[in-house]
T-cell receptor, first 117, second 114 residues
Framework: EPEVTQTPSHQVTQMGQEVILRCVPI?????FYWYRQILGQKVEFLVS????????KSEIFDDQFSVERPDGSNFTLKIRSTKLEDSAMYFC???????????????FGEGSRLTVL | AQKVTQAQTEISVVEKEDVTLDCVYE???????LFWYKQPPSGELVFLIR??????QNEISGRYSWNFQKSTSSFNFTITASQVVDSAVYFC???????????FGTGTRLQVFP
């Protein structure tokens, strides 16, 4: 069964360092997302991406964050200068159809745990 | 503003008991979608169900059933004859018609003991 894959599964970094989290969405999906979950808390939307541009982003997704689909298969989340409060599990998700009447099952990856020291 | 409330932080049951996980939502939209996701100990988020706001029919899938009541803004999830493998955190989520953004509740941790 096709799945969303994420790397790395766990990354430890020093505050102020840049981090890139990678995702390979399901191959025929067109809509891509990043969510995060601070330990023990709820899952929060960061950004959605379609047709090579951001379609929606949350207030969490500030100038320190960026997303890219560099090569048609990978979907990356970059944090330019990490802060302690960026420590969280980051989930990538994809779906064939986007919002509106077609909103359906979001396929999530297993997450990348980021620890900022 | 949209909000999802899962008041039950943690529930413990013994295998074969039935258990209901509560979900109450707030939205001003007339068209919206409700979801349940399961997060097992391995950490991934597993889709269980999507329900649109115009479809109030209850749904049953094996041991799982969902009760959607617009009058009380609730979308509760019942597991019948629970099993140890049902142990997980369960999240209820809401999205508006014209957005990709899911608003998650804080989750309910279900522990099923043998």
């Amino acid at each position: 069964e096709p799945e969303v894959t994420q790397t790395p599964s766990h990354q430890v970094t020093q505050m102020g360092q840049e981090v890139i989290l990678r995702c390979v969405p399901i191959s025929n999906h067109l809509y891509f997302y990043w969510y995060r979950q601070i330990l023990g808390q709820k899952v929060e939307f960061l950004v959605s991406f379609y047709n090579n541009e951001i379609s929606e982003k949350s207030e969490i997704f500030d100038d320190q964050f960026s997303v890219e689909r560099p090569d048609g298969s990978n979907f990356t989340l970059k944090i330019r200068s990490t802060k302690l409060e960026d420590s969280a599990m980051y989930f990538c998700a994809s779906t064939k159809h986007g919002g509106g009447a077609e909103t359906g099952e979001l396929f999530f990856g297993e997450g990348s745990r980021l620890t900022v020291l | 503003a949209q909000k999802v409330t899962q008041a039950q932080t943690e529930i413990s049951v013994v295998e074969k008991e039935d258990v209901t996980l509560d979900c109450v939502y707030e939205t001003r939209d007339t068209t919206y979608y409700l979801f349940w996701y399961k997060q097992p100990p391995s950490g991934e988020l597993v889709f269980l169900i999507r329900r649109n706001s115009f479809d109030e029919q209850n749904e049953i899938s094996g041991r799982y059933s969902w009760n959607f009541q617009k009058s009380t803004s609730s979308f509760n999830f019942t597991i019948t004859a629970s099993q140890v493998v049902d142990s997980a955190v369960y999240f209820c989520a809401l999205s508006a018609y014209n957005t990709d953004k899911l608003i998650f509740g804080t989750g309910t941790r279900l522990q099923v003991f043998p």
